[in-house]
Nanobody, 124 residues
């Protein structure tokens, strides 16, 4: 079992920044590919970003590329998402997820463990 707890969400104006954190516990953090997903009201959950187990490879949805940065600190068992130049359409509940696969995947079904999520609201 891996427990994931997100923090750092909030209300921010368009153009602003937020940094999300995801604290992991229970298993060896570096054994897991990690990702961020988001879900807006009345929309399906969508992939935001993912990072390989050691952090050498990162992947982003086209909608956030160049604005968001995913990173991880395996010594601190923590995943991060730095979000800059936020837009109203970034408003959603953001969740971190862990996968025991060796390959970085972008579909929600590939991830076994999920956090409860943190709300990000971007006002125009």
């Amino acid at each position: 079992q891996v427990q994931l707890v997100e923090s750092g969400g909030g209300l921010v104006q368009a153009g602003g920044s937020l940094r999300l954190s995801c604290a992991a516990s229970g298993r060896t953090f570096s054994n897991y590919v990690m990702a961020w997903f988001r879900q807006a009201p009345r929309k399906e959950r969508e992939f935001v970003a993912a990072i390989s187990r050691i952090g050498g490879s990162t992947y982003y949805a086209d909608s956030v590329k160049g604005r968001f940065t995913i990173s991880r600190d395996n010594a601190e068992n923590t995943l991060y998402l730095q979000m800059n130049s936020l837009k109203p359409e970034d408003t959603a509940v953001y969740s971190c997820a862990a996968s025991g696969t060796r390959v970085v995947l972008t579909t929600p079904g590939s991830y076994t463990y999920w956090g409860q999520g943190t709300q990000v609201t971007v006002s125009s």
